[in-house]
């Protein structure tokens, strides 16, 4: 038997290793295309860039970071390194409720598992991670947003405050305009989130909700309002021939179909897997769904994960790097119910050979 988790241990180690290994080469590989040959005139001041971007072309603090990597292509491989370790490491802290043990192969192999099965499930997995324009500006942002997210939930769901009281006011600040500068889409629903928090928790505990939660989400919304009244904006909006301000009711609906049929031909495999997941949860019931803190955690998620598609359909240019926030939501909500099979016997052992199969 211990020789038996000992192989085990080697085979998810040496999973992991051969995995970055593919990113390295998946960065160094991935062809320059569309937005990227902006970025072969040579090196700038990204200061500077980003100063000009904000007026005059993209003002999301993710085009900061894109312009710095993307000239570099050390550079890229390392981002590319860093932010697909780091953004599965806070997919893990969703489903899990804390962060990975990399020392312990049991955590990795839940690891891995996550990541074989988010990249089958994401159809456009390699723009989102190795395309540094959506890389920079979208993948990166989403690890800031998905810890918001576990966040909210610990806080509100399981009335835990262990993470939140460990971040300092400064820091939380900061962070809290950081998130707010980097999208037009999703800030606004973890603003409103947070406000539908605050009076939940203000109704049923009759005071007010740690004051970390007040704090962050005002410096989101002071974020937003930098974003949102970027000069960069009116002129994207002008070369669109499109005003989030002018839509009506017909031209959102249009949006919505729109959005719908990207999310079908994109995820269709997500689509299916969340059907047999449904399928299953409802003949395990007793054995999966009886946890009270599962099922509002998968309210709360999905709520994440459906808000912002309201407001994608307001925007100028739809595409699938706007679904990327709610598919992620989607995907870790189907981790959060597939977790609690390990229960039944053989389902974990199988998990883990397709993973190690696919990866």
């Known amino acids: 038997m211990k020789s038996s988790r000992m192989k085990d241990n080697k085979i998810s180690y040496v999973i992991f290793l051969l995995v970055n290994i593919a990113v390295v080469l998946s960065c160094y590989f991935y062809p320059i295309t569309r937005d990227e040959f902006y970025y072969l005139d040579g090196f700038t001041n990204p200061f500077e860039e980003y100063y000009k971007s904000y007026f005059y072309v993209n003002p999301r603090l993710g085009q900061f970071f894109t312009n710095v990597v993307s000239r570099n292509l050390l550079l890229e491989i390392v981002f590319g390194l860093l932010l697909f370790n780091g953004f599965f490491t806070v997919v893990y802290l969703n489903v899990y409720r804390r962060f990975p043990n990399f020392r312990d192969s049991k955590d990795l192999t839940r690891f891995l598992v996550i990541t074989a099965f988010f990249i089958f499930l994401i159809n456009y997995f390699g723009e989102m991670f190795y395309y540094t324009p959506f890389s920079g500006n979208y993948t990166f942002t989403h690890v800031f947003y998905l810890f918001f997210v576990f966040l909210f939930t610990e806080y509100y769901v399981f009335a835990r405050e262990e993470y939140l009281n460990k971040i300092n006011y400064f820091l939380l600040i900061f962070l809290g305009i950081f998130i707010g500068m980097c999208n037009e889409h999703v800030p606004p629903v973890l603003l409103a989130m947070s406000f539908f928090g605050a009076v939940y928790y203000l109704v049923k505990n009759r005071k007010?909700?740690?004051?970390?939660?007040?704090?962050?989400?005002?410096?989101?919304?002071?974020?937003?309002?930098?974003?949102?009244?970027?000069?960069?904006?009116?002129?994207?909006?002008?070369?669109?021939?499109?005003?989030?301000?002018?839509?009506?009711?017909?031209?959102?609906?249009?949006?919505?179909?729109?959005?719908?049929?990207?999310?079908?031909?994109?995820?269709?495999?997500?689509?299916?897997?969340?059907?047999?997941?449904?399928?299953?949860?409802?003949?395990?019931?007793?054995?999966?769904?009886?946890?009270?803190?599962?099922?509002?955690?998968?309210?709360?998620?999905?709520?994440?994960?459906?808000?912002?598609?309201?407001?994608?359909?307001?925007?100028?240019?739809?595409?699938?790097?706007?679904?990327?926030?709610?598919?992620?939501?989607?995907?870790?909500?189907?981790?959060?119910?597939?977790?609690?099979?390990?229960?039944?016997?053989?389902?974990?052992?199988?998990?883990?050979?397709?993973?190690?199969?696919?990866?």
């Open 208 to 359: 007010l909700p740690n004051m970390r939660f007040v704090v962050l989400p005002i410096s989101i919304f002071v974020g937003y309002l930098i974003l949102f009244f970027a000069p960069a904006n009116s002129i994207k909006e002008k070369s669109a021939g499109k005003s989030v301000l002018d839509i009506g009711f017909d031209s959102y609906s249009v949006s919505l179909v729109k959005i719908s049929k990207l999310f079908y031909y994109y995820n269709l495999e997500l689509i299916i897997v969340a059907i047999l997941v449904f399928v299953l949860s409802i003949i395990y019931e007793k054995r999966v769904l009886q946890k009270t803190h599962l099922k509002q955690q998968i309210f709360v998620n999905l709520l994440f994960a459906v808000l912002p598609l309201f407001i994608v359909a307001v925007s100028p240019l739809i595409g699938t790097r706007l679904l990327f926030f709610s598919s992620t939501l989607v995907i870790i909500v189907l981790f959060v119910i597939l977790k609690e099979f390990n229960s039944i016997s053989g389902f974990s052992k199988i998990a883990t050979i397709l993973s190690y199969s696919f990866l």
